[in-house]
């Protein structure tokens, strides 16, 4: 963009700031303007033109309806986790979401409207005051909307479901800036590909009388981490055809702790029913032998601001992706073969979502375009480093564990890998969503004819 239209479009949008002087209007030159852009991967070459602040669904409307009717580019931004930083562009207005934050609950329905760029956490924290819960991330500062509309996988995934399957209703911000509710059609659409057919301005989700939990982090010896590896997955495989009740969801994960790597799995029983949850932390504690076991009677908010200090607010590098049926014998070998290899930044990491056979959102849903119906593992590789020195070795760690994993048994892999996770360069949209993909690429003609919506994480 030459500077000439960088100044036009930035005296057109000072024009209608002035106007609109409840919206907060954020330029290059104004001192907030470095804290706004601030991101959890950093990255530095990302300078949106202005940044928009809205606080209401109906001001967000006004500015996507101003910038679309000017020809200006713009981008969404909610919680700014996306590594690929999808939520900024060059020379493109970003829409901040994050004022949009509240929680309406409706108790009768047992739902709660939610605005569209409240956080995880801030929900969480928002329903625990009425001793309500709902499927959330595994941390609390990621966007809500960002990770339900492209699958959200989390804590409560096995009881509640994914993310996606959370989105009961929606209003959206349309490609004329319009805000609608959205209708049957349009709600298909954003169960899974979001972003691509407007801005989310407020969610209807179901929210479940849940105000303790039995949750912690399990580390396991690990002094020989292949075997670890490998008896606690063997021994867990044995349990889940045995059947694992839907309350529990676990997540494993290879850390780099100060004494070394470690198998660490975050256990989370989503029952007041505690006994039970000890009887199944037990099973699970006895899958290896166990070096600390932090499982209590907890609740959602504490324990999502507890696993906030497991993961850093900011970091470099990036995370690649890759979905697998099942972690047989080969794939566990090329895990323990890599985490080995894992340079010991604390800031580097392996860690597994699951999406459990025999679950909610593990089954055919006709009314949602995600894919990923069957159950299966999301790998994250993260290929992060704190220090500056073990940037280039962490992502090159990244890449060669999952060229490995990418070479194992073909039927094995899901084609359907974790939009959110993988690089808009390197992704394919027919693949993510397969059978979907053709009806996307109609509703796209559609919805957005002129591609407004080109910078969503979702692209047709
Ligand atoms: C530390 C960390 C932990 C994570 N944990 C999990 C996890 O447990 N489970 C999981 O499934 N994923 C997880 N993710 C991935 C995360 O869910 C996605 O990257 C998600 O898209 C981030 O949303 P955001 O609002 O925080 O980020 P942003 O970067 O602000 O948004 C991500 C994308 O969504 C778009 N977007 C955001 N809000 C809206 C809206 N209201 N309307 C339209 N478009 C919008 C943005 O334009 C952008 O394209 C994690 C990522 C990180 C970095």
Redesign the pocket.
């Known amino acids: 963009m030459t500077d000439n239209l960088a100044r036009e479009r930035l005296q057109k949008l000072a024009g209608f700031f002035a106007n609109n002087p409840s919206i907060q209007y954020v330029t290059p030159t104004s001192p907030q303007y470095a804290e706004l852009c601030a991101?959890?991967v950093s990255l530095p070459d990302l300078n949106p033109l202005a940044i928009a602040r809205p606080s209401t669904v109906e001001a967000a409307a006004s500015v996507v309806s101003f910038v679309v009717t000017n020809d200006i580019p713009f981008?969404?931004?909610?919680?700014?986790?996306?590594?690929f930083g999808?939520?900024f562009r060059n020379g493109a207005v970003a829409v901040d979401?994050r004022l949009i934050n509240y929680v309406k609950i409706d108790q009768e329905s047992s739902t709660a409207r939610i605005g569209?760029?409240i956080l995880g956490g801030d929900m969480i924290r928002a329903l625990q005051k009425h001793g309500l819960a709902a499927a959330v991330?595994?941390?609390s500062s990621?966007?809500y909307?960002?990770?339900a509309m492209?699958?959200?996988?989390?804590p409560y995934s096995s009881k509640f479901g994914l993310?996606v399957d959370q989105i009961l209703a929606a209003k959206v911000i349309n490609a004329k800036g319009e805000l609608v509710d959205a209708d049957a059609e349009l709600l298909r659409a954003v169960r899974g590909a979001?972003?691509a057919f407007g801005?989310?301005a407020e969610l209807t989700i179901p929210v479940h009388r849940l105000d303790q939990t039995l949750a912690g982090a399990i580390a396991f010896q690990s002094d020989d981490l292949p075997a670890v590896i490998r008896q606690y997955n063997s021994g867990y495989q044995a349990l889940s055809a045995e059947g694992i009740p839907a309350e529990l969801t676990l997540q494993q994960s290879i850390i780099n702790l100060p004494h070394g790597k470690t198998l660490v799995v975050l256990f989370v029983w989503a029952s007041p029913d505690i006994k039970t949850g000890q009887l199944w932390a037990e099973k699970i504690c006895a899958l290896a032998p166990v070096a600390h076991n932090a499982i209590q009677p907890t609740t959602p908010l504490t324990y999502l601001t507890d696993t906030d200090r497991m993961?850093p607010s900011h970091t470099r590098g990036r995370v690649r992706t890759i979905s697998l049926k099942r972690l047989s014998d080969e794939v566990l070998d090329v895990i323990s073969a890599n985490v080995l290899k894992m340079p010991a930044d604390p800031h580097t990491l392996f860690a597994m979502?699951e999406l459990r056979t025999g679950t909610p959102s593990a089954q055919a849903h006709s009314d949602s375009v995600f894919a990923a119906r069957e159950g299966h593992f999301v790998f994250e590789i993260i290929g992060n480093a704190q220090r500056e020195e073990n940037l280039d070795r962490a992502t090159a760690w990244g890449q060669d564990f999952w060229n490995e994993l990418t070479r194992t048994d073909a039927e094995n892999v899901l084609p359907a890998t974790y939009l959110?996770?993988s690089a808009p360069e390197e992704v394919q949209m027919s693949r993510v969503f397969g059978e979907k993909y053709a009806w996307l690429v109609d509703m796209k003609g559609k919805y957005d004819p002129r591609g407004v919506f080109a910078?969503?994480?979702a692209r047709f």
């Open positions: 991101a959890y981008t969404v931004r909610s919680g700014g986790h996306d590594s999808r939520f979401l569209g760029g991330g595994t941390i990621v966007g909307a960002g990770w492209y699958g959200g996988y989390g993310g979001g972003g801005v989310v993961v979502h959110s996770l910078a969503a994480t």
